[in-house]
RNA sequence: GCUGGUGUGGCGGAAUGGCAGACGCACGGGACUUAAAAUCCCGAGGUGGCAACACCGUGUGGGUUCGACUCCCACCACCAGCACCA
């Protein structure tokens, strides 16, 4: 009889959902807990192939992992708020809870339909108000302990859509949604004292477990580096100390070499030293050059260095007591350290090409050479040259004098040494209408006042209009009923805060609610979070990785200081999930519509089989190419998996088949366990060629492969053993195997004889080392070989190969 | 430019320092069939040879080793992330 992958998939399906068969039990009494995590569903529309690559590993490890006597947590969510709904609404008009919940319907249903074994019970969705209560909750402890605060920061704003944009949102200078040019405005924030957590982000990176170039992506990201802060005095043109000019390094052994020093144009230093700057119209018109031009622009044309001269100032070199004139330039970034530079042309590429520019003399105190371009860091660290031009320090190894000269300035109390960092505090609001609300009242008399813990969640108001105004304020900004309000403090008449939380907020803590998704006390249960621990392994993309897992860090690490979680580190494992590719090696989008939906696929060969076919592409980790070429391969691998209980002799395991199903079951364990399915399915097919040859398989050699199977392809091995053994899968183990039987009784070798393949032999694995040399030593062509030679050296790799080395 | 990663047949891709190319696709040949599809069997890295066989082969060039896709050094190409970070 044939295969009905259609009868029988929904079959499963429906009973899995029906009968919560992957229900997570809280405090299991015998069993040890494992938690898979697959990221958040962006809620937009359909599943897309990303979602069966992403998926289906994590399933196979849930799946394989309850065989194992595991009690497994594989939850599923949506992360609900954000553009594409708010799109939706702003383009149709329907209300973006609408749109969410169609959406969150369709992607569960698919789900269902991709045979994921999710525990349905513990659903969530970021824009429930059940659930973004406790978002805010975690806003308000944030704000209550003093890393929520408010500030004026320029921000990306795009007029066209009258949005404040993230960074993210408005890569190369254009806006996301509709392509405009982005300005840069400055505007009243809200900021996450992120940075101050710089350090213990740098700790759970080091404990995690995760891929190299996803660490180094996250480390970069938070851009630590050492040096020292030096204090330059500032001097009118009367010589008159107006004022000190810090600068943070981390090349001090240049020191000597410094012949100007430059400042960011809106380095906030330049207005207190307005009085002493006797080109002010110059400056002036600098200023609001740079003022015009987009941060794009500025990072463009990096070659072009400009800048404008701070007429009547000048600094003194603490370490030499040199006058070095000052400068605006726009390569100063106002945003890192101080926002001011101490520029050595001979020893940094940039200062090079400024001092070139305005014939600023340049000073070389490292040795190299310099005619051409500046001898950078990088190189005469690594040569480790000696130094010139530097007062005592001259012909000192630069990595001594690094230190020495640091030291110096530190004793005489113009330098200390410090640790800067790129990573910023988090802009954590937007003037967007669907995002989860401040839980905060903005008083005349009071400043930002937290509303109580007792009146959370602040629900969301139902509006007409998504679109912000023509200032850009946030659309709950027409919600008069909503935000008129009063003061919880003084109880005069105030307003609520009307931006809305960035879209990254409500996925910074939704693995701790899976542990205890419906409570109202708490995000969740204390000892139910110590139940479940960190995440065993997490699954996901790699699109918005790095900031993601940053901003889950941070949280967590805050939660965890104010005692509302047991542990630092969310995640003990983190799994980046490659692309699926279009034929042209592209990234299948959405927008490109070169996408093929795995529900397509799936309706035309079934479930199992597509599951088997994305992964047996390429590996987890792997950007792989999508093709229906070798489908075929796979549907014919299924179809034979079908006809085993047609040749069903026997019951226990045979001896002709130990060896093979021993192998293949150590080998699944590896792969599941580091979702190398390729692998698997691979080992899995070599199983079914060697039981078709034999033309046999026993009863119990059926059962275990099944379960062997069941990670990658659930439906038919459920079905098949439901029939063959009246029972269900689902209430298997995983079977053991003997290490005994992972060695055949005899062997095929390769026999070299100066690392030259000459014969291969079929060899007793019982054989000593010294025995297979002898048995190998009376073979016709070995013998031939060696004779009259005299043997030098006899390597014997066991059940692999053996090499004589003769002279 | 910096950082990380990857380079293996016609294609997707396998290989704890030990017989490179597993597994699969596509391909060629055969069986079954009136025929085709499906299925089954066989073949296959390249070059030369009827053949046994020989030589060459994991981006390039060197090195370590009895032995290198694997380890080390230099270089090239591609992919990804970051990018005037002082």
């Known amino acids: 009889m044939e295969y009905n992958f259609k009868e029988i998939e929904k079959k499963w399906q429906d009973k899995w959902y029906n009968e919560k068969s992957f229900k997570a039990i809280d405090f299991h009494p015998t069993k040890p807990k494992y938690y898979v995590l697959y990221e958040f569903y962006n809620i937009s529309g359909n599943l897309h192939m990303g979602h069966l690559k992403g998926t289906i590993p994590a399933d196979a490890l849930a799946r394989f992992k309850r065989f194992k006597g595991y009690n497994v947590l594989f939850p599923i969510g949506g992360d609900a708020f954000g553009l594409?709904?708010?799109?939706?609404?702003?383009?149709t008009g329907i209300a973006p809870h609408d749109f969410v919940a169609n959406g969150m319907k369709t992607v569960l249903d698919q789900s269902k339909r991709l045979g994921l074994s999710f525990d349905w019970d513990r659903t969530i969705c970021t824009s429930d108000p059940e659930y973004y209560k406790w978002t805010q909750w975690i806003f308000l402890q944030l704000f209550n302990h003093g890393k929520a605060y408010k500030e004026k920061t320029k921000v990306n704003f795009c007029p066209h859509c009258k949005t404040v944009l993230?960074?993210?949102?408005?890569?190369?200078?254009?806006?996301?949604?509709?392509?405009?040019?982005?300005?840069?405005?400055?505007?009243?924030?809200?900021?996450?004292?992120?940075?101050?957590?710089?350090?213990?982000?740098?700790?759970?990176?080091?404990?995690?477990?995760?891929?190299?170039?996803?660490?180094?992506?996250?480390?970069?990201?938070?851009?630590?580096?050492?040096?020292?802060?030096?204090?330059?005095?500032?001097?009118?043109?009367?010589?008159?100390?107006?004022?000190?000019?810090?600068?943070?390094?981390?090349?001090?052994?240049?020191?000597?070499?410094?012949?100007?020093?430059?400042?960011?144009?809106?380095?906030?230093?330049?207005d207190t030293l307005k009085p002493y700057i006797t080109n002010w119209a110059d400056v002036e018109e600098y200023r609001r050059k740079t003022a015009l031009r987009s941060e794009f622009d500025r990072l463009s044309d990096q070659k072009d260095k400009t800048g404008a001269k701070l007429e009547g100032l000048y600094v003194v070199n603490p370490a030499n007591g040199r006058k070095v004139p000052m400068f605006i330039a726009d390569f100063v970034l106002a945003g890192y350290a101080t926002g001011a530079v101490m520029a050595v042309p001979s020893h940094d590429q940039r200062d090079y090409e400024f001092a070139e520019k305005f014939n600023i003399p340049k000073i070389q105190v490292?040795?190299?050479?310099?005619?051409?371009?500046?001898?950078?860091?990088?190189?005469?660290?690594?040569?480790?040259?000696?130094?010139?031009?530097s007062a005592e320090f001259d012909g000192m190894p630069v990595r001594e004098a690094k230190q020495k000269i640091a030291d110096k300035l530190i004793e005489m109390g113009v330098a200390e040494r410090k640790i800067n960092y790129k990573m910023t505090d988090w802009a954590f609001n937007?003037?967007?209408?669907?995002?989860?609300?401040?839980?905060?009242?903005?008083?005349?008399?009071?400043?930002?006042?937290?509303?109580?813990?007792?009146?959370?969640?602040?629900?969301?108001?139902?509006?007409?209009?998504?679109?912000?105004?023509?200032?850009?304020?946030?659309?709950?900004?027409?919600?008069?009923?909503?935000?008129?309000?009063?003061?919880?403090?003084?109880?005069?008449?105030?307003?609520?805060?009307?931006?809305?939380?960035?879209?990254?907020?409500?996925?910074?803590?939704?693995?701790?609610?899976?542990?205890?998704?419906?409570?109202?006390?708490?995000?969740?249960?204390?000892?139910?979070?110590?139940?479940?621990?960190?995440?065993?392994?997490?699954?996901g993309g790699?699109?918005?990785?790095?900031?993601?897992?940053?901003?889950?860090?941070?949280?967590?690490?805050?939660?965890?200081?104010?005692?509302?979680?047991?542990?630092r580190d969310p995640f003990a494992r983190k799994m980046g999930s490659g692309l699926i590719l279009d034929s042209e090696g592209k990234k299948m989008s959405k927008s490109s519509a070169n996408g093929v939906s795995p529900l397509e696929v799936i309706d035309k060969y079934g479930t199992d089989v597509a599951r088997l076919h994305v992964h047996f592409l390429g590996g987890y980790e792997d950007n792989t190419p999508w093709t229906y070429d070798g489908i075929n391969g796979?549907?014919?691998?299924?179809?034979?998996?079908?006809?085993?209980?047609?040749?069903?002799?026997?019951?226990?395991?045979?001896?002709?088949?130990i060896y093979e199903l021993s192998i293949l079951n150590k080998k699944l364990c590896d792969d599941y366990e580091n979702l190398k399915l390729n692998t698997a399915i691979s080992a899995l097919m070599i199983f079914v060629k060697k039981i078709k040859e034999d033309g046999f398989i026993t009863r119990e050699e059926l059962r275990q492969f099944l379960i062997f199977l069941n990670p990658l392809a659930p439906h038919i091995t459920s079905e098949m053993y439901e029939r063959v053994f009246n029972s269900e899968i689902l209430d298997q183990t995983w079977p053991e195997?003997?290490?005994?039987?992972?060695?055949?009784?005899?062997?095929?070798?390769?026999?070299?004889?100066?690392?030259?393949?000459?014969?291969?032999?079929?060899?007793?694995?019982?054989?000593?080392?010294?025995?297979?040399?002898?048995?190998?030593?009376?073979?016709?062509?070995?013998?031939?070989?060696?004779?009259?030679?005299?043997?030098?050296?006899?390597?014997?790799?066991?059940?692999?190969?053996?090499?004589?080395?003769?002279?």
């Open 430 to 539: 937007r003037q967007r209408y669907w995002g989860e609300p401040f839980p905060i009242v903005l008083c005349e008399h009071c400043g930002e006042v937290a509303l109580d813990e007792k009146d959370l969640p602040l629900v969301l108001p139902r509006v007409k209009d998504y679109m912000p105004n023509e200032k850009g304020d946030s659309p709950l900004s027409k919600a008069k009923e909503w935000v008129e309000c009063i003061c919880p403090k003084c109880g005069r008449p105030a307003r609520r805060e009307t931006d809305t939380m960035p879209n990254w907020a409500g996925s910074s803590w939704y693995w701790l609610r899976y542990v205890d998704p419906h409570n109202d006390k708490a995000l969740a249960d204390f000892e139910k979070l110590k139940y479940w621990g960190s995440v065993d392994c997490y699954t």
């Open 737 to 807: 195997y003997d290490e005994k039987n992972l060695v055949k009784s005899s062997v095929e070798i390769a026999v070299q004889v100066n690392s030259k393949i000459i014969t291969k032999l079929n060899i007793d694995t019982s054989l000593s080392q010294q025995e297979v040399l002898d048995y190998v030593k009376q073979d016709e062509k070995i013998k031939q070989a060696i004779s009259d030679k005299t043997i030098v050296k006899e390597i014997y790799v066991p059940n692999r190969i053996v090499n004589i080395i003769v002279k």
């Open 634 to 657: 796979i549907t014919s691998f299924i179809d034979r998996v079908w006809s085993l209980q047609n040749i069903i002799k026997g019951d226990d395991i045979s001896k002709e088949h």
């Open 84 to 91: 594409p709904a708010e799109n939706a609404a702003i383009k």
């Open 166 to 270: 993230s960074n993210e949102d408005s890569q190369g200078g254009k806006c996301d949604r509709c392509g405009n040019d982005v300005v840069q405005e400055v505007r009243w924030s809200w900021l996450l004292r992120m940075r101050e957590y710089a350090e213990k982000l740098l700790g759970n990176i080091d404990r995690i477990n995760m891929a190299e170039n996803l660490k180094e992506a996250q480390r970069n990201w938070i851009g630590r580096s050492e040096g020292t802060q030096i204090s330059f005095k500032i001097y009118n043109n009367k010589d008159e100390n107006v004022g000190t000019l810090q600068i943070f390094t981390t090349c001090v052994e240049t020191v000597y070499g410094i012949t100007f020093v430059a400042l960011a144009p809106e380095n906030s230093l330049v």
């Open 542 to 567: 790699t699109e918005h990785i790095t900031r993601h897992v940053l901003y889950a860090f941070f949280w967590q690490n805050f939660l965890y200081e104010i005692g509302a979680v047991p542990t």
């Open 366 to 389: 490292i040795e190299g050479d310099t005619s051409k371009a500046a001898v950078e860091k990088k190189e005469y660290l690594s040569k480790n040259s000696k130094m010139l031009n």
